[in-house]
């Protein structure tokens, strides 16, 4: 079945303790994208990935890193967690550019 | 810079009735547009896109939306709306040009029997 997974779906973690959330797709997809959502504010782009190695900025980059080592994975590290990193985390990916984007189901992360 | 405007943060309609969810962009380039739907809990799934062509775009679950390029606007439409139609809707525009999609702040529409 063709998807996009993440890991962990749930994550309640404290100030400072890093942590990654992963993201996987299986449909050979060279972009890859991480949102995050907040009530009244939509989806935001974090980073983006046009393909491996290839990374970029997206509207809200501060406190989270990214890397695309391969095809498949599009990890997002948050090296020093704060709560205003609290929020509904989204991976998704697309065959290229222009094209509809697939989801994964999310990872809703809370730090206290 | 790119903007969506989703006016309606909130809708509610009777079961059976008609639906517009409002969509409004702010670009000057030619844009691509999409409308997405989560459900509670859910990711989000695309119902229907617009690239090129044909203004008036048929999706999944029997939405339908217009591109008008005069008002900047994608509205999305469903003629009767089902219970399970319950949900929250997001307008996302992208640009020929560069890699970016943004989104609304989407509407969410619930249903009352």
């Known amino acids: 079945e063709a998807q996009v997974t993440q890991n962990p779906r749930y994550l309640i973690t404290v100030t400072g303790k890093k942590l990654t959330v992963t993201c996987s797709q299986n449909m050979n997809h060279e972009y890859m994208s991480w949102y995050r959502q907040d009530p009244g504010l939509g989806l935001r782009q974090i980073y983006y990935?046009?393909?491996?190695?290839?990374?970029d900025k997206g509207d809200v980059p501060e406190g989270y890193k990214v890397s695309r080592k391969e095809k498949r994975n599009f990890p997002l590290i948050l090296e020093s967690p704060s709560p205003n990193q609290t929020s509904l985390y989204f991976c998704?990916?697309?065959?290229?550019?222009?094209?509809?984007?697939?989801f994964g189901p999310g990872t809703r992360l809370t730090v206290l | 810079a790119q903007s969506v405007t989703q006016p309606d943060i909130h809708i509610t309609v009777s079961e059976g009735a008609s639906l517009e969810l409002r969509c409004n962009y702010s670009?000057?380039?030619?844009?691509?547009l999409f409308w997405y739907v989560q459900s509670p809990g859910q990711g989000l799934q695309l119902l229907l896109k617009?690239?090129?062509?044909?203004?008036l775009v048929q999706g999944i679950k029997g939405f339908e939306a217009e591109f008008k390029r005069s008002q900047s606007s994608f509205n999305l439409r469903k003629p009767s709306v089902h219970w399970s139609d319950a949900a929250e809707y997001f307008c996302a525009v992208g640009n020929f040009g560069n890699e970016k999609l943004t989104f609304g702040t989407g509407t969410r529409l619930t249903i009352i029997p």
């Open positions: 990935s046009m393909n491996v190695e290839v990374t």
């Open positions: 998704a990916s697309s065959p290229g550019r222009y094209n509809e984007q697939f």
């Open positions: 670009y000057g380039a030619t844009p691509y």
């Open positions: 617009y690239f090129s062509g044909d203004t």
